[in-house]
């Protein structure tokens, strides 16, 4: 029998999620119990799949295996951004899979990715050029090599796209069995050859099989998995089969996904005349020589092309309702209008440092995701000489307005069903946060592309329309850098320690604040007052970029700085109403800060059956607060004890605890 191939390809990727001026997630509840959907799903399926455990007997762990080893594999380089700062084990151990497979096969397990999920088909030649070279960038100084094959977000294809992954030295691509004519029957990769006389070899994996993986059965059953690989067909010897879904799959869409991953490699690896690998391997022994003819444009989520990402085509998430979708197309047309104002203005603003703006661009790929200061550091390298400190400024910020022109054509926004999802949100803030940094086109800019996005409205009723939402982040975002120059400041004068965040960094001058931007250099020194109540803060801020001062309250920062300051208050007001074992229990890790302070709150309500005066009344309500910061409700036995010891004062000392009484949630006793 003809010796057969198999690989099996992941595609891990998450919408981008942070605030585009902290550069920060912020708490998506709808992930509970974890912090963010990034956090969950690293949980789920990242650190599953580079730690997959086998059974043996008795169901105890047999062997844990990196499953990324033996299976070929992209990441998002968003993503990898943020596995690299917030999940460094894990990210390790993928570049660490791509390693071992090069030693093993000789051909990395690992492929590149454009680095922002953006449809290329509906992207400009040069979008479309900067994010091939971006991710072929930031692929090199990842995984210390050069990328000999590139995932395109959806599969999403037509001609000029594969010409320009080739003009790149990208040797090939994967793709579904519907975007090809003439496929070789040996599952073996197609030539494709562009108009301008380049060569990329298709990679179509088998469709059958990769949705019984992603929507069936087939990882509930590792035997039956291997069965349908290794199967004979009724045509050829099958010399390659290939499987694609999204890495996802493994652990978050299917829960122990990982493990019936890790048992299928097992079995396979030991089974005679097959071998499983990577494409890259694979070509090496077996160069595509067919031609194949391309289905032009299409991807692998849309039966209408890449209408999908421009149309009311049809395709959505929920087929049990037909929510209006003609918000795509008015979206599709307002952001590239806008990258195409924001791409001119670039061009002559940047003129004046850089001698080739649009190949400093390109090559902004190389350190954008390498840390804010390191790319600071690259723009001052490449600037032309004699520029000053505020001109740097100046240019990084207009390389930041390219990125966020990048940023706001992820495809997410359209894929969804609704006007109003989240990842429409965020392009929206990408946009936002680029036309602000355009200066003094921003006013311009903001109309223009507020006016285009009138017509896209939501089936939600009550919901915002596109225009709506892209007025009120404006008006946001001008806020921004107060709110969170307040947030850093407050808690670096409440001593609160904090990461640092990777949009901005505090300096201390000795006389108050400065506020640095890490990416572009902007810098705005600032003075701040604080006053705490209870479990909130006043902030009083004062710089050179406010009329006079503002006041900021801390539910107005954003929550990297607020929700470290509302611990430390509340545990300061616990702390404040404890006895001494319960203090050393508390600052020794041994009692809970919520366990305590229903410590002390029982306590305090208690002990107003003997003390009705205002220190004793505050001390509830104060601990009411802290319960409130938490978003909880008044405990019921909290309620109920205090029931109890109101029904047992005089009339007199009852009507003292009115106030205490509508704060616990009690009807007036004239009410009742």
């Known amino acids: 029998m003809t010796p057969k191939s198999l690989v099996i390809h992941g595609h891990f990727y998450q919408p981008p999620r942070e605030e585009p001026w902290l550069e920060e997630i912020e708490a998506e509840p709808s992930a509970a119990p974890y912090h963010d959907w990034n956090e969950r799903i690293e949980q789920e399926c990242y650190r599953a799949v580079v730690a997959a455990r086998i059974p043996g007997a008795e169901g105890r762990i047999a062997r844990i295996v990196n499953t990324l080893e033996s299976i070929s594999f992209n990441f998002g380089p968003t993503l990898l951004e943020w596995l690299e700062r917030k999940a460094p084990t894990t990210y390790r151990a993928v570049v660490a899979a791509d390693q071992s497979s090069v030693e093993r096969l000789g051909f990395g397990n690992a492929i590149a990715m454009p680095y922002h999920h953006a449809i290329l088909p509906l992207s400009s030649p040069a979008d479309r050029q900067t994010e091939i070279r971006w991710g072929i960038a ?16 959806e599969t999403a294809v037509d001609a ?43 990679c179509v994996y088998d469709g059958a099989i990769a949705a019984d993986v992603a929507f069936g059965t087939l990882l509930k059953d590792a035997t039956a998995w291997r069965r349908r690989l290794l199967a004979e067909g009724k045509g050829p010897a099958r010399r390659l089969v290939a499987v694609a879904t999204d890495g996802e799959t493994y652990g978050h869409h299917h829960a122990f996904g990982e493990m019936a991953l890790a048992g299928l490699i097992e079995s396979v690896t030991t089974e005679p005349g097959v071998r499983l690998e990577n494409f890259a391997s694979y070509l090496a022994a077996h160069p595509a020589t067919a031609a194949v003819t391309l289905v032009s444009p299409s991807s692998w989520s849309c039966s209408h092309g890449v209408e999908r990402w421009r149309s009311n085509c049809g395709c959505r998430m929920d087929t049990t309702k037909s929510p209006a979708q003609e918000w795509r197309a008015p979206l599709r047309a307002g952001i590239g209008w806008l990258a195409d104002e924001l791409h001119v203005r670039y061009a002559a603003a940047a003129s004046h440092w850089f001698a080739d703006p649009a190949t400093v661009r390109d090559g902004y790929g190389a350190v954008v995701g390498d840390g804010p200061e390191v790319a600071l550091d690259w723009i001052r390298q ?35 069903d609704d006007l109003s999802g989240l990842e429409v949100l965020q392009v929206l803030r990408y946009a936002v946060r680029a036309i602000v940094l355009a200066g003094a086109s921003a006013e311009l800019l903001l109309e223009g592309f507020a006016t285009r996005l009138e017509s896209a409205t939501s089936s939600r ?10 007025r009120s982040l404006a008006a946001a975002a001008h806020t921004a850098p107060a709110r969170i120059a307040a947030g850093l400041g407050a808690a670096r004068e409440l001593m609160v320690e904090l990461p640092e965040p990777l949009g901005y960094r505090l300096e201390d001058t000795g006389l108050g604040f400065m506020l640095v931007h890490r990416r572009t250099g902007w810098r705005q020194p600032f003075l701040i007052e604080t006053t705490q109540t209870n479990v909130d803060l006043l902030i009083r801020l004062e710089a050179g970029w406010l009329p006079d001062h503002q006041v900021i309250t801390l539910a107005e920062v954003p929550e990297l700085p607020r929700e470290a300051i509302r611990q430390t208050l509340r545990a300061s007001l616990v702390r404040r109403w404890l006895n001494a074992s319960e203090s050393n229990r508390l600052r020794d890790g041994r009692l809970p800060v919520r366990e305590a302070a229903l410590l002390a709150f029982s306590r305090a309500v208690e002990a107003l059956a003997d003390d009705q005066g205002p220190d004793a009344r505050r001390r509830v309500t104060d601990l009411a607060a802290l319960y409130e910061s938490y978003g909880r409700t008044v405990p019921f036995d909290v309620q109920t004890r205090f029931y109890r010891v109101r029904a047992l004062l005089s009339p007199a000392q009852a009507l003292l605890l009115e106030p205490v009484a509508r704060t616990l949630g009690f009807t007036p006793k004239a009410a009742s």
């Open 461 to 470: 009723i009550g919901a915002p329309s596109g225009a709506e939402m892209v």
């Open 382 to 416: 490449h600037a032309l000489r004699g520029a000053d400190e505020a001109a740097m400024v100046r240019a990084a910020e207009w390389l930041e307005v390219e990125r966020g022109a990048l940023r706001m054509q992820t495809s997410c926004a359209w894929f969804f």
């Open 138 to 153: 930031d692929f090199r100084r990842r995984f210390g090599r050069v990328p000999q094959g590139m995932w395109l977000p």
């Open 160 to 202: 000029a796209t594969l010409d320009a992954l080739a003009s790149e030295g990208i040797q090939f691509t994967i793709v579904a069995p519907h975007q090809v004519d003439g496929a070789p029957a040996d599952g073996s990769p197609g030539l494709f050859r562009t108009s301008s006389g380049r060569e990329i070899a298709l």
